[in-house]
């Protein structure tokens, strides 16, 4: 079994490497990603570019491909969290959300667990939406249709969906005080996904958090605490490191010829 998993995880980072030879455009000035969110090499090559981004305000580290893989809840996180090496590098999780005031989604315009606006101090994947790339949820805190909402930046990272995304928290039993009673319900962040119904009516719902059931497929955008490795040197960097090896060189010479001499 451990095998077939094995394969399975092994054939989902291929499409995720696959998918990831698009590049996305960030949107300068909207939000804080152009100076909170670090270049990362992990496969020691620099030449081709980073391969994650480390969030200095949340001190986690978030693969730059964003969208390779949709799974159900639990495969999802037993995925992440025990079959997947990038790199080299294991310890990759879900992004992670604090189930605020009453067990399960609370849901309110503004500053809660669940619906639009919610609270970023306590959500991975709502920080980086609201905060980092600065985009705007369907629905003001007044509850009003809001302009200009939807997956407009989508800053450095490959195949950022508008669909659902898994956050690694379950959504837990009221009834149960310490936690351990799982329903089978986990929290889920939507970029921006249109919705049309029987009837006709379409709604477009961005920037919004909820729960969902565990067996359908949601997005898995992988992350990792801390800063995992040393940063991408920039092209200043480059320019520096070239001077000092040619001013060694130049000292080199010098001294071979004065040898000679």
């Not at 399975?8 to 909207?30: D, P």
């Not at 006709?200 to 898995?220: N, P």
């Not at 040393?230 to 001294?255: H, I, T």
């Given at each position: 079994?451990?095998?077939?998993?094995?394969?399975?995880?092994?054939?989902?980072?291929?499409?995720?490497?696959?998918?990831?030879?698009?590049?996305?455009?960030?949107?300068?000035?909207?939000?804080?990603?152009?100076?909170?969110?670090?270049?990362?090499?992990?496969?020691?090559?620099?030449?081709?570019?980073?391969?994650?981004?480390?969030?200095?305000?949340?001190?986690?580290?978030?693969?730059?491909?964003?969208?390779?893989?949709?799974?159900?809840?639990?495969?999802?996180?037993?995925?992440?969290?025990?079959?997947?090496?990038?790199?080299?590098?294991?310890?990759?999780?879900?992004?992670?959300?604090?189930?605020?005031?009453?067990?399960?989604?609370?849901?309110?315009?503004?500053?809660?667990?669940?619906?639009?606006?919610?609270?970023?101090?306590?959500?991975?994947?709502?920080?980086?939406?609201?905060?980092?790339?600065?985009?705007?949820?369907?629905?003001?805190?007044?509850?009003?249709?809001?302009?200009?909402?939807?997956?407009?930046?989508?800053?450095?990272?490959?195949?950022?969906?508008?669909?659902?995304?898994?956050?690694?928290?379950?959504?837990?039993?009221?009834a149960d005080p310490t936690g351990q009673v799982v329903a089978e319900r986990?929290?889920?962040?939507?970029?921006?996904?249109?919705?049309?119904?029987?009837?006709?009516?379409?709604?477009?719902?961005?920037?919004?958090?909820?729960?969902?059931?565990?067996?359908?497929?949601?997005?898995?955008?992988?992350?990792?605490?801390?800063?995992?490795?040393?940063?991408?040197?920039?092209?200043?960097?480059?320019?520096?490191?070239?001077?000092?090896?040619?001013?060694?060189?130049?000292?080199?010479?010098?001294?071979s010829s004065n040898k000679q001499q």
């Open positions: 079994m451990k095998t077939l998993k094995t394969l399975k995880a092994a054939a989902l980072l291929g499409a995720m490497t696959l998918v990831g030879a698009v590049q996305a455009a960030g949107v300068s000035g909207q939000g804080t990603w152009e100076t909170t969110l670090k270049a990362r090499d992990l496969d020691g090559i620099t030449a081709n570019g980073p391969e994650a981004y480390y969030d200095t305000a949340l001190n986690i580290t978030w693969f730059i491909n964003a969208g390779g893989a949709a799974l159900p809840w639990s495969q999802a996180n037993d995925w992440a969290a025990n079959y997947v090496i990038l790199y080299g590098i294991t310890g990759w999780r879900l992004p992670k959300m604090v189930d605020l005031a009453e067990a399960g989604c609370n849901f309110e315009y503004s500053g809660s667990d669940c619906g639009y606006n919610v609270s970023t101090a306590n959500a991975e994947l709502a920080h980086m939406y609201y905060v980092t790339l600065g985009n705007k949820a369907s629905v003001a805190p007044n509850g009003s249709n809001q302009a200009g909402a939807g997956l407009v930046n989508t800053g450095p990272f490959n195949n950022l969906s508008k669909g659902y995304y898994w956050y690694g928290t379950g959504s837990y039993d009221a986990a929290f889920f962040f939507i970029n921006e996904l249109t919705f049309t119904y029987d009837d006709g009516y379409t709604e477009l719902k961005a920037g919004q958090q909820g729960t969902v059931g565990i067996g359908r497929s949601a997005f898995v955008w992988l992350v990792h605490d801390g800063d995992v490795t040393a940063a991408v040197p920039e092209p200043q960097s480059y320019a520096l490191m070239l001077a000092g090896l040619g001013l060694m060189g130049f000292a080199a010479r010098r001294r």
